[in-house]
């Protein structure tokens, strides 16, 4: 006799197996916490302090509209008393991308702000006066400075043969490509990009890699649906980058030749779109200042 196709087989299904009727689903976590642009105007109760944040952001807001590709627009917040800078980093807020960079020129910590390719940069030491703390504000996709300094000087090519051990497998293969790619780089050409996640490799072959191409002095870190890490390596224009889901688990590790990798770098229709919005906030700051001057008179 065929089985029936009218009526589900008995012992399959929720609640068909002894104990299962208290359990709870448990269902695999999903991605969270992608943040998305909220416009924040600061709170200014003095005239004199929205009057100096609205004359930076302004500023700000020009360069950023007039920018164009391949520029990186610097402004100074050296005239900035500690109440208008504090202003003008409310407004500005942090966005997706933090960087670092250390060398022996001091220490660089950049924070990308809510408004893409608006960079805020903090550099210790250093300078002409032995130390301190210059802060400045940047318009470009990536900001300059750091990849002027990202790199050590080029170096000979490291003898792959030398270090080549029990186990190692791709490893010559890919720092021959690598190298290659470094030494022929071109402001032109397209990135290159080795997937190590779909390349056979031994952890011989990742010692081999890491020793062999170093390690340079910029370490950048995008947040947005997941986690990306992009390290600078010690052979020129060639960067570690690695991307994390929401759970921090790897989930893509490749080796990029690139000026900069794209994932941290601000589009033009993304420093256009942040040019509208800083002028939306200094549209309703201007308001504000007008009425402040209202109630003083």
């Known amino acids: ?58 500023n700000l ?9 391949g520029e990186g627009r610097l402004l100074r917040r050296c005239g900035l008393a500690p109440a208008s800078g504090a202003a003008v ?11 670092r960079l250390e060398d022996a020129a001091g220490l660089v ?61 791709n490893a010559p293969a890919i720092l021959t490509e690598l190298f290659d790619q470094s030494e022929n780089w071109d402001p032109r050409s397209r990135p290159h990009v080795v997937n190590l996640s779909l390349l056979p490799h031994t952890p011989e072959d990742m010692a081999l890699l890491e020793a062999s191409l170093g390690r340079g ?18 052979t020129p224009h060639v960067w570690r980058v690695r991307y994390f889901n929401s759970m921090d688990t ?5 080796i990029e030749v690139s000026a900069v990798p794209e994932v941290a770098c601000a589009a033009p229709e993304d420093i256009a779109d942040s040019a509208a919005r800083l002028q939306e906030i200094c549209t309703v700051l201007r308001e504000e200042h007008a009425s402040l001057q209202g109630e003083r008179a």
């Open 250 to 254: 790897l989930i893509l590790d490749t």
């Open 61 to 69: 807001q020009q360069q950023a509209q007039t920018w164009q590709v």
């Open 89 to 99: 980093n409310d407004a500005l807020g942090e966005g997706e991308v933090s960087a």
């Open 217 to 234: 002095r910029l370490t950048i870190l995008s947040r947005g649906y997941g986690n990306c890490r992009i390290e600078a390596t010690g």
């Open 109 to 169: 910590e950049v924070q990308e702000t809510v408004f893409a390719g608006i960079w805020a940069l903090r550099a210790y030491g250093g300078g002409q006066q032995g130390g301190g703390v210059r802060e400045q504000v940047e318009v470009s996709a990536f900001p300059k400075a750091l990849l002027a300094r990202a790199f050590p000087a080029r170096r000979a090519r490291p003898d792959v043969a030398a270090g080549t051990v029990q186990g190692v497998v």
């Open 1 to 58: 006799m065929s089985a029936s196709f009218v009526f589900p087989p008995v012992g399959f299904g929720p609640g068909s197996q002894a104990g299962q009727e208290d359990e709870a689903l448990n269902y695999m976590a999903m991605p969270s916490g992608v943040s998305v642009y909220e416009p924040h105007v600061p709170e200014i109760d003095d005239p004199a302090i929205m009057a100096a944040t609205l004359v930076f952001l302004e």
